[in-house]
């Protein structure tokens, strides 16, 4: 049940833009997105909910294709300050549990 | 609220003791989730709570461990012999299941077994 998140790492210059993406190979109801910092509990993003919606977040924003499964976090114009992993989680049902992917590590340098 | 509390922020123990993580969820959560994290295997779920009750505990690894949660502001995950291959930091999160709510995590327990 666990999703699988691509690419495994990032390297980014500021300024540049990245996608991460997380797919499922069951049907779900929604996805969340966290943010780990090193040594710190992962951060709440944002989650999306079945129904293809688009959410953003200052400059990251993600969207959930229900037909494919799969959601993908935009991050544009990227800032040293969005380096960190950065994890998927995915629910079956409403109020069901929450299973992360491997995570991706995005590393932003000036 | 002061978010998730776990305790210890860090272990230290000898292979075969045993070994008792505490949670404390945010007043009014329903669902408690245990995760442990390593470099080889990330975040992976151990059990999930609803109102107190064990939903899915298919993650947990071994009868080593086990977990429980007798009220609605306390869990406890237990690892009984501890080895090695233990060693991680597992983290505690609670959410309010209304269906589209987030997890909040804890700072997380370091341990390593010697």
């Known amino acids: 049940q666990q999703p699988v998140q691509s690419p495994q790492a990032v390297i980014l210059r500021e300024g540049e833009d990245a996608v991460i993406n997380c797919s499922s190979s069951?049907?779900?109801?929604?996805v969340h997105w966290y943010r780990q910092k090193h040594g710190e509990a992962p951060v709440f993003l944002m989650i999306?909910?079945?129904?293809?919606e688009q959410k953003g977040h200052e400059k990251i924003s993600a969207s959930f294709n229900e037909k494919k499964q799969q959601s993908s976090l935009y991050l544009t114009a990227s800032q040293l300050s969005y380096s960190g992993t950065y994890f998927c989680?995915?629910?079956?049902?409403?109020?069901?549990?929450?299973?992360f992917g491997g995570g991706t590590r995005l590393m932003v340098k000036p | 609220d002061a978010g998730v509390i776990q305790s210890p922020r860090h272990e230290v123990t000898e292979m075969g003791q045993e070994v008792t993580l505490r949670c404390k969820p945010i007043?009014?959560?329903?669902?408690l989730f245990w995760y442990r994290q390593t470099m080889m295997r990330g975040l992976e779920l151990l059990i999930y709570?609803?109102?107190?009750?064990?939903?899915?505990d298919s993650g947990m690894p071994e009868d080593r461990f086990s977990a429980k949660m007798p009220n609605a502001s306390f869990s406890t995950l237990k690892i009984q012999p501890s080895e090695p291959r233990d060693s991680a930091v597992y983290f505690c999160?609670?959410?309010?299941?209304?269906?589209?709510?987030?997890?909040?995590f804890g700072q997380g327990t370091r341990l390593t077994v010697v």
């Open positions: 999306l909910l079945k129904g293809g």
């Open positions: 069951k049907a779900l109801y929604s």
């Open positions: 007043s009014g959560h329903n669902s």
């Open positions: 989680g995915t629910e079956l049902n409403a109020g069901n549990m929450l299973t």
């Open positions: 999160a609670s959410s309010f299941r209304s269906g589209d709510t987030e997890a909040f």
């Open positions: 709570f609803n109102n107190n009750v064990p939903i899915d």
